[in-house]
């Protein structure tokens, strides 16, 4: 060949091939490295412009080692070389090799195309301050910068940026450059000002008011320039200047409408996002992924359910053959709404059908079955997953908070610290949230002084599952503290803290903490009317919870749902009132469900009233045959009338169903352990210590007037073996193991998973007295505190 032709028509032949690689094909690579192979087979000493070219294909190619294997080879690599070299290690996101380039090359031989390289590698890699610093050093060795060098440094200046005068600054520089008609310039510097304008140490007006004259000055617009000014205006919640922005646009953009339905949707329009689509449509504007995600995102949000439906209905039928992109995202999205429509089946199965996946896919699904109490399938996902990140372990957590796996929720919390993630203020509520369901209340404590420590503590999340972890340990002080030094509160932490209050019985602070908030124009939800009505019926106050139900719809234009209509109910029996009650459950526009005939139920049991009572449990035996609190409530009723037989007729239909009465659990946490105690303890190692105290603690307590109500016995036994049975229920073994292991003077705090028998009630009051402490016990429906012999119910529960 070299016998034949000339060189140089070689090297033009070779260059014009590699030429034809340069776009960016799939296939590129393969001819370049068979040019490439040519060359050395054939004798051909490439110079440096080919080399460059492939260098180039190579780097383009992702083939860095390649690139630089021939870099490497070139005795004397030119500017061309290093700058490609540059790009590609930014490409890579290899800061520190392109650093090295960049500082290996001396002054005489680096160009404007040079600093531009490095400017723009600090900028895709999210280094701004770097990026701005070498702006400025090129400035000072005296290169010029162009247009691609302000487009790179304005980018840079947009990630950072904080305070109007580095805008200005820039913005003059820019003028004086004279790149002040490009657009790709103006759209960076229209950017920096946009980005400022959300920071909360700049005029949000003034920038925006600046972005807006550079855009209506600007001699062309393309794109990017009306999308920016959208987004502009949404990040800085001005949504009618940004739809205005909209209006003016003479094309059909599809990006700049994608700007704007998310905008909506961000915002909480859903109507407006649902609308903007519809729009869209209409003018033909062609939807993309970006479109899709955005209105399915707002009906998952809204629960619109079958509006989401009939999109991926449309998606189904119009968008036959599309990119992998697209499919991933619009496939999270659409798991994401089935899953928070309740719907997980269906999300388990477009999941399924998912050819690519990633770590946003997974945490989708993981929430659908976190979302619906499933925590096995959720559990399961959990251990498949491929990675994960805070997100994920965050939901993972806070799903076996709130699914009574609190235990299991607190050793999560702890892997994941020990996988080297740091929690963060969401992670931290979670693992509160397991302390307030499992009262452990040193280790809240602890979790406490770490959200102080980090920084946490002004978090709203973590602030209202403090208010309920020390609600629920016992401790309404403390809750009550950390409402009142909250930065902010929103209507979850004044619901938290009226369901504090009327937990402990204090039903007046309920009431004026309500009062309270409707006087600070906080909405309240139906979520508050189910904790005021609940405050309202533990304390006995029937007239202000009747007047409370009543303003729901009156008022609020709330319907009541049953579960307020149960709250209702309950009140209203506990005191005694059953014609009003019957006239409530009457008149409710819906068949009554279980919630309304256990309130009624437990009314009768209190209140002896047989007739209704047994017509209440009919009617539960009916809708809920396994519920196990049905038998007991009406046993405890038979049994406190002294109908033995019907007793006994009742244990033999829970035999018979195969039914087992939940057995009676109390625990306590002394030194950073909790001590679990069961009815009939044999197994706590200690346990034979605390029969023997307690059996002095009876002495005492007898002396002071303590009898043993025996009624609360189900068993037809001798009155002795009755006493001997009630000297055996768990809260007394557990309470009487904190008197005998906590300091003197400690209260004493146990949890219990039944309601608390009366027998204990009355004895607690006594023992109390007796060892002159505080006894607090949560039983499975509020709080009591016994103090001096007194009891903070006064007896209503």
């Known amino acids: 060949m070299r016998n034949t032709l000339d060189i140089r028509t070689v090297a033009n032949r070779y260059a014009a091939q590699l030429q034809l690689c340069c776009s960016q094909r799939s296939t590129s690579y393969c001819i370049a490295r068979t040019i490439h192979a040519h060359m050395i087979a054939s004798g051909f000493k490439p110079r440096g412009h080919i080399l460059n070219r492939l260098m180039d294909i190579y780097c383009k190619s992702s083939n860095i080692t390649y690139a630089l294997h021939l870099f490497n080879k070139i005795p004397e690599p030119d500017i061309v070389a290093r700058t490609t070299l540059i790009a590609a290690y930014s490409t890579a996101g290899n800061l520190k090799l392109a650093q090295e380039v960049f500082g290996g090359t001396p002054l005489s031989t680096r160009d404007t195309v040079f600093y531009n390289a490095m400017i723009t590698a600090y900028s895709h890699n999210n280094d701004g301050h770097a990026a701005i610093e070498l702006f400025r050093d090129m400035r000072r060795d005296d290169f010029r910068p162009d247009n691609y060098t ?17 805008c200005q600054q820039m913005h003059c520089a820019v003028l004086k450059s004279g790149t002040v008609f490009v657009t790709s310039v103006l759209n960076a510097l229209i950017s920096a000002y946009v980005k400022c304008a959300s920071s909360p140490l700049a005029s949000s007006s003034l920038l925006m008011g600046a972005a807006k004259k550079l855009f209506d000055e600007m001699p062309k617009k393309d794109e990017l320039t009306w999308t920016t000014m959208i987004t502009g205006y949404v990040r800085n919640n001005d949504l009618d200047a940004a739809r205005e922005i909209l209006d003016g646009v003479t094309e059909n953009i599809g990006v700049a409408w994608n700007a704007m339905i998310s905008g909506y949707v961000h915002h909480g329009f859903i109507h407006e996002a649902l609308e903007m689509f519809r729009r869209m449509h209409l003018k033909g504007i062609q939807h993309d992924g970006f479109t899709y995600t955005s209105v399915i995102s707002a009906c998952a949000n809204a629960g619109l359910f079958k509006h989401g439906k009939q999109m991926h209905a449309f998606i189904l039928k119009t968008e036959e053959k599309h990119e992998p992109e697209f499919s991933l ?13 309740g719907k997980v089946e269906e999300a388990r199965e477009i ?8 770590l946003i896919s997974w945490n989708a699904i993981l929430s659908a079955y976190v979302n619906l109490g499933r925590i096995v399938e959720a559990k399961s996902f959990f251990k498949e997953m491929p990675e994960r990140n805070l997100l994920t372990w965050t939901v993972m957590i806070s799903g076996l908070a709130q699914n009574g796996f609190g235990e299991e929720g607190l050793k999560l919390f702890n892997q994941m610290r020990i996988e080297g993630f740091e929690p963060c203020d969401y992670a931290f509520a979670g693992a509160i949230t397991s302390c307030a ?33 020390y609600a629920r340990c016992g401790i309404v002080e403390a809750a009550n503290c950390v409402f009142l030094t909250m930065p902010c509160l929103d209507s979850v932490s004044w619901n938290a803290m009226i369901a504090a209050l009327g937990q402990h019985g204090h039903g007046l602070q309920a009431i004026e903490l309500f009062e309270q908030m409707l006087k600070e124009d906080i909405v309240p939800d139906r979520i508050t009317f189910l904790t005021i009505l609940s405050a309202c019926s533990h304390a006995g106050l029937v007239k202000e919870g009747h007047r409370y139900f009543n303003s729901m719809r009156g008022c609020y234009n709330i319907t009541p749902g049953e579960d307020h209509y149960a709250r209702l109910i309950d009140l209203l029996v506990r005191a005694g009132k059953f014609s009003e009650a019957n006239d409530v459950i009457k008149s409710m526009p819906f068949e009554p469900g279980a919630p309304i005939w256990e309130a009624l139920l437990a009314g009768c049991r209190i209140h002896g009233n047989m007739d209704l009572g047994i017509q209440a449990a009919e009617r539960l035996f009916e809708l809920m045959p396994q519920h196990d609190g049905t038998y007991v409530l009406l046993s405890n009723m038979y049994a406190t009338a002294g109908r033995q037989n019907d007793v006994a007729k009742v244990r033999k239909l829970m035999r018979d169903r195969g039914i087992k009465k939940e057995p009676g659990c109390s625990w306590i946490e002394v030194e950073s352990k909790v001590h679990v105690f069961l009815v009939d303890d044999t197994v706590h190692p200690e346990v034979q210590a605390v029969y023997n105290y307690l059996e002095q603690l009876v002495l005492e307590m007898r002396k002071l007037g303590y009898v043993p109500d025996t009624k609360f016995v189900l068993h037809d036994m001798e009155e002795a073996q009755k006493e001997s049975v009630l000297y055996t229920h ?3 073994l557990a309470v009487v193991f904190g008197i005998m292991k906590l300091p003197l003077g400690a209260t004493i705090r146990v949890f219990k998973n039944l309601r608390i028998c009366g027998d204990c009630h009355n004895a607690f009051k006594f023992m109390s007295k007796v060892v002159g402490r505080e006894i607090v016990v949560r039983d499975g429906k509020r709080f009591h505190h016994f103090r001096n012999g007194e009891c903070s119910c006064g007896n209503y529960w």
Not at 155 to 165: P, R, T
Not at 329 to 341: P, Q, R, T
Not at 445 to 461: E, F, P, T
């Open 730 to 732: 768990s809260e007394k």
């Open 437 to 469: 369901m499992l009262g452990a209340l040193e280790h809240g404590r602890q979790l406490h002084a770490q959200l102080v420590k980090l920084g946490h503590d002004s978090s709203l999340s973590a602030g209202n599952a403090l208010i309920t972890m």
């Open 150 to 166: 302000f487009t790179s440094v304005l980018g840079a200046l947009a990630l950072i940026v904080e305070d109007e005068k580095y």
């Open 329 to 341: 995202s619009v496939n999270n999205a659409l798991v994401s709404l089935y899953g928070k429509c």
């Open 351 to 358: 999941f399924n059908k998912m050819l690519i996946r990633d």
